[in-house]
C-alpha cells in the first residue's frame, strides 16, 4: 500500500514537473531576445522576398504578381493585403513570439525589427530548418490600407535613437576644446522628444483632419493643424532647452512612465459612443526621455458634447497633453 502511494505520489510530482518545464520553455526557449512592442505599433510593411535560414537560400521573392503587405494597429489588431484581397485578425507579442496568422501559421519570431526591415521567422509542422519573411518599411502613401479621416494618421514614434544622434554631431563637430593642455569632454544635453497626435472628435462645421505637435530635443516645435475648410496651417517656434527640460522633469513627476500603454473602453456606453457621430479620434502621446520611452494612445479622449468622459484613464494624462497644447498655441 505505501508503495503504491509512494508511486503515485511520485508520479504526480513528475507531471507537475514535466508540465511547468515545457511552460517555461514555450516562452523562455525563444532564439531572440524581447521585442518592444512599440517598434510594430501603427508601422506598415511591404513583404520582399523568402529565406530558408539553413542554407541561406532566397525560396520566393516579390514581384507584380504577389504583392503583400501588413500594418500592426496599435489596438493589437492588423490589415493584410495579399495579392488585391485584404483582410483582417489579431496580434500580440510575447517576448520575441508575435501570434498572428497567415497561411496556417500561428506563430513567428521576430528575428529582426528596425526602421530598415522585419523580418518574421517560422518553422513549418515536419519541416526541416527554418524561415524567415522579410519585410521593408513602408510609407502610408505607398501603402494599400486607407485610413479613415477618424483614424490616426502614421507618425515615427519610435524616433532617433539619442546615441545615433550624438553620434552624427560628434562627426560634424571634430574641433576639442583644450583646457590647461587637456581635452575636455563636451556635456551631451539628455535627449527629449515630444509627440501629441490625435484627440477630440470628428465631425462639425469644419472637420479636423490632422492634429499634430512635435517637440525635438533641439527645442524645435512644430504644429500641424489641417481642417476641411482652412487646409493646413504650419506653426514653428523654439522651447528654450532649461524649459524643455523642466517640462520633460515635469512629465516624470506625473508617472507618465508607469501609465498603461493603452486606455480603452470598459463599458458598453463608451463602445457605443466610438460609433456615433462626430466621431471619436484616438489620442497619442510619445515621450522620450533620455533612455526612457512610452508610447500611450487613448482611444476616446477627452469628453463629448455632453460632458462625458467615456474613457477612465489618470487625470494627470490631460495635464500633460493641456500643457503641450498650451505650449503649442502660446504667442512668443
Known amino acids: 500500500m505505501r508503495l503504491l502511494r509512494y508511486i503515485l505520489t511520485l508520479s504526480l510530482l513528475l507531471g507537475m514537473y514535466f508540465a511547468v518545464d515545457a511552460q517555461t520553455r514555450s516562452t523562455s526557449d525563444s532564439p531572440y531576445g524581447n521585442v518592444n512592442e512599440d517598434k510594430l505599433i501603427e508601422t506598415k510593411w511591404k513583404y520582399?522576398?523568402?529565406?530558408?535560414?539553413?542554407?541561406?537560400?532566397?525560396?520566393?521573392?516579390?514581384?507584380?504578381?504577389?504583392?503583400?503587405?501588413?500594418?500592426?494597429?496599435?489596438?493589437?489588431?492588423?490589415?493584410?493585403?495579399?495579392?488585391?484581397?485584404?483582410?483582417?485578425?489579431?496580434?500580440?507579442?510575447?517576448?520575441?513570439?508575435?501570434?498572428?496568422?497567415?497561411?496556417?501559421?500561428?506563430?513567428?519570431?521576430?528575428?529582426?525589427?528596425?526602421?530598415?526591415?522585419?523580418?518574421?521567422?517560422?518553422?513549418?509542422?515536419?519541416?526541416?530548418?527554418?524561415?524567415?519573411?522579410?519585410?521593408?518599411?513602408?510609407?502610408?502613401?505607398?501603402?494599400?490600407?486607407?485610413?479613415p479621416a477618424n483614424e490616426l494618421p502614421l507618425v515615427d514614434v519610435e524616433g532617433d535613437d539619442p546615441r545615433s544622434i550624438m553620434k552624427r554631431k560628434s562627426k560634424k563637430k571634430k574641433k576639442k576644446k583644450k583646457r590647461r593642455g587637456s581635452d575636455v569632454a563636451e556635456v551631451k544635453p539628455v535627449y527629449i522628444s515630444i509627440e501629441l497626435i490625435g484627440g477630440g472628435f470628428y465631425g462639425g462645421i469644419d472637420p479636423v483632419l490632422r492634429d499634430f505637435v512635435q517637440i525635438k530635443s533641439t527645442g524645435r516645435l512644430i504644429k500641424e493643424f489641417q481642417s476641411v475648410q482652412n487646409g493646413l496651417i504650419v506653426t514653428k517656434k523654439d522651447i528654450p532647452r532649461d524649459e524643455l527640460e523642466a517640462f520633460a522633469e515635469y512629465i516624470v513627476s506625473k508617472d507618465f512612465f508607469e501609465f498603461d500603454r493603452i486606455y480603452d473602453c470598459d463599458s458598453e456606453a463608451c463602445m457605443k459612443r466610438k460609433k456615433e457621430k462626430p466621431t471619436p479620434i484616438p489620442l497619442r502621446l510619445s515621450v522620450a526621455y533620455g533612455q526612457k520611452k512610452k508610447v500611450i494612445t487613448i482611444t476616446v479622449w477627452g469628453r463629448d458634447r455632453n460632458n462625458v468622459q467615456y474613457v477612465p484613464y489618470p487625470k494627470e494624462l490631460d495635464q500633460i497633453i493641456m500643457s503641450i497644447q498650451k505650449m503649442a498655441s502660446r504667442l512668443d
Do not use: C
Open 48 to 147: 520582399t522576398y523568402a529565406l530558408h535560414v539553413e542554407s541561406n537560400t532566397t525560396i520566393h521573392q516579390a514581384d507584380k504578381k504577389y504583392e503583400f503587405f501588413i500594418y500592426f494597429k496599435f489596438d493589437y489588431s492588423y490589415r493584410q493585403f495579399l495579392n488585391g484581397k485584404m483582410t483582417r485578425g489579431n496580434w500580440s507579442l510575447n517576448g520575441s513570439e508575435l501570434f498572428y496568422n497567415f497561411k496556417h501559421i500561428k506563430k513567428f519570431y521576430i528575428a529582426e525589427v528596425s526602421k530598415e526591415r522585419l523580418v518574421l521567422e517560422f518553422t513549418q509542422p515536419n519541416s526541416k530548418g527554418a524561415y524567415q519573411y522579410h519585410f521593408i518599411p513602408v510609407k502610408s502613401e505607398d501603402a494599400p490600407f486607407v485610413v
